[in-house]
């Protein structure tokens, strides 16, 4: 069964600072690897989308990085700001055309100004 | 600006009450979610529709259905409200799986009180 971890559960930091958020998964049979960022009472909102045959996306000031055989990911964040501070979702998409994804519990990430 | 559309925003319910939770799709995706997520115990997957009538249990599906008789719209049905589902509500749409561009796209989540 896919299990998906997040470490650390929190994380604080003073504005400006890089940052890596990570990210493992127990099977690496996977279609792809999906980061979301979710702001308190909201829904989640789709950050980076990392197909099973890629080894990193980039978006901004975000890169995140995939590697399936030792079922890893991460997500850097550079040059922090405090409206980053959001919790943020890894989430894994296993094989098969229904496309079920395994989320991992999250880390909650405050940028202080 | 393509969207996944929740009807609610916040709903309060009294115990015993048949509620709907209803979810649009603009994006002509095959595949739709219905997701609660509760403190500590992250995303759990409560029903999923891969077409037209079809519909899967996930992980939590008891105390729920579904239905799905439009590609673009897939509701949750609770058929008799209790206090241990008030939770956020969330509801996600994804191409199939050969499509290129197959990541998931999120609603914006029902905040759902059972008094």
């Known amino acids: 069964k896919q299990e998906v971890t997040q470490i650390p559960a929190a994380l604080s930091v003073p504005e400006g600072e890089n940052l890596v958020l990570n990210c493992s998964f127990t099977d690496s049979a996977i279609y792809n690897l999906q980061w979301f960022r979710q702001d308190p009472g909201k829904g989640l909102t789709s950050l980076l989308l990392i197909q099973s045959s890629q080894r990193e996306q980039t978006s901004g000031r975000l890169n995140a990085s995939l590697d399936k055989s030792s079922g890893r990911s991460t997500l850097y964040i550079a040059a922090s700001q405090p409206g980053d501070s959001a919790t943020y979702l890894c989430?894994?998409?296993?094989?098969?055309?229904?496309?079920?994804?395994?989320f991992g519990q999250g880390t909650t990430l405050q940028v202080k100004p | 600006d393509v969207k996944v559309t929740q009807s609610s925003r916040y709903l309060v319910k009294r115990t015993g009450e048949k509620v709907f939770l209803e979810c649009v799709q603009d994006?002509?995706?095959?595949?739709m979610f219905w997701y609660r997520q509760d403190p500590g115990l992250g995303l759990r997957l409560i029903y999923f529709?891969?077409?037209?009538?079809?519909?899967e249990k996930g992980d939590i599906p008891e105390g729920y259905s579904v239905s799905r008789e439009k590609k673009e719209r897939f509701s949750l049905i609770l058929e008799s409200a209790s206090t241990n589902q008030t939770s956020m509500y969330l509801c996600?749409?994804?191409?199939?799986?050969?499509?290129?561009?197959?990541?998931?796209?999120f609603g914006s989540g029902t905040r759902l009180t059972v008094v």
């Open positions: 994006m002509d995706h095959e595949n």
């Open positions: 996600a749409s994804s191409p199939g799986g050969g499509a290129p561009s197959n990541g998931y796209t």
């Open positions: 529709s891969y077409d037209v009538k079809m519909k």
């Open positions: 989430a894994v998409r296993v094989r098969g055309n229904t496309g079920k994804l395994i």
